[in-house]
């Protein structure tokens, strides 16, 4: 039986990954690790709540005894790490949060990982690890930088992170790699490009955009609208992660990319008009400091050596993402309350007042 940890699979894509590991496969054990922060939420996880096969505990990733002692408790040989803080204007108004997490936590969990399945934890010389392990790090196409009009990032593009967000995640990479390189420890980095889908927490683009065009509120859009990011759907990161657990060489690092390039305010236009609302809800706000202008990820890798692509194209994923936010008004409503409004107030609330005098 193979037995994961996953950490943060209460969130976004944690909690897509382990519906559809629990629907793909049936020898498996997943314990997820949540500390069920604003973003986790178990709500996301309902479908499986009662499945056997998914064990839920509550923790932090930085807390080392914790993590050890579910180490001894549950004997994994796999570690899927989703958990971190994510949202760039968090990072910009609280960095520190982000570095303790994102770096400290992907520390702890490293180590946790040397220690029970080295062979010879007291050997430094010793590259032996039980057979079958693996520790995936879930990181993301931020970490490059910025693109210019053309060309695609690949696995060898040099790190250039522009937000304590993606200096935090560049850094936890980093590690995962010395990792690789002076203690052996079977590890792969897989770096996506922006997600979506069902689940995902209303202070990213989509869910935000179709949450008030909904409520005919006015939808926020940074400068002129014309970032470019590749989309991906994240059913299909989900397959990726798999693809790399089940086949993918140790040591490498795979770039998981939707083939999806769109501009912000396509997207915005896009929703407006499934929904039936007027362009006139676009409310254009002061751009976001160091916001980078254009992602694009190159899959050759990951589809050529692991036989992996996407299946969903943008269209056929927008439709069915608008679709089930509209059958979920009662999960939004219930998360978009209290801390969330207080949040969301702080980041768009002057713009959107200046905006509308």
């Not at 693109?147 to 995640?169: C, D, Q, R, V, W």
Request: hydrophobic share 35%; with cysteine.
């Amino acid at each position: 039986m193979k037995k994961i940890l996953v950490t943060g699979g209460a969130g976004f894509i944690g909690s897509n990954f382990i519906q559809y590991i629990l629907n793909e496969k049936e020898n498996i054990l997943l314990v997820n690790l949540d500390l069920l922060t604003y973003a986790g939420n178990l709500e996301n996880l309902k479908a499986v709540e009662d499945d056997p096969r998914h064990h839920f505990v509550k923790g932090d990733i930085r807390d080392r005894d914790l993590v050890n002692r579910l180490f001894e408790e549950y004997d994994f040989d796999t570690i899927v790490h989703f958990a971190a803080e994510s949202h760039v204007d968090r990072s910009i108004t609280a960095p520190e949060v982000f570095l303790t997490t994102n770096v400290m936590g992907t520390q702890a969990l490293l180590d946790a990982a040397k220690a029970h399945w080295k062979l010879e934890p007291d050997n430094k010389y010793s590259w032996e690890y039980r057979r079958g392990v693996r520790y995936l790090q879930v990181s993301t196409d931020e970490v490059y930088g910025a693109l210019g009009k053309t060309g695609m990032f690949i696995e060898e593009t040099p790190l250039s992170p522009n937000s304590p967000y993606s200096a935090s995640k560049a850094s936890a990479d980093l590690l995962v790699r010395a990792y690789d390189q002076t203690y052996g420890l079977p590890v792969n980095i897989t770096r996506c490009s922006n997600n979506y889908g069902p689940y995902q927490f209303p202070e990213k683009l989509i869910p935000l955009m179709i949450h008030n065009a909904q409520q005919d509120k006015p939808l926020p859009v940074y400068g002129d609208g014309m970032q470019i990011r590749d989309w991906l759907h994240v059913k299909d990161h989900c397959s990726a992660i798999y693809a790399v657990l089940s086949k993918g060489i140790p040591g490498e690092i795979y770039n998981i990319g939707g083939n999806n390039e769109k501009a912000n305010l396509e997207i915005v236009r896009l929703i407006l008009k499934e929904l039936n609302k007027p362009e006139s809800l676009i409310a254009y706000v002061k751009d976001r400091p160091g916001h980078d202008r254009r992602y694009a990820i190159d899959n050759t890798k990951i589809t050529s050596q692991l036989g992996w692509k996407p299946t969903y194209t943008f269209e056929k994923g927008i439709h069915e993402t608008i679709e089930w936010y509209l059958h979920n008004i009662e999960w939004v409503n219930r998360i978009t309350s209290g801390a969330y409004q207080s949040y969301y107030n702080q980041m768009y609330g002057s713009s959107l007042e200046a905006n509308t005098d």
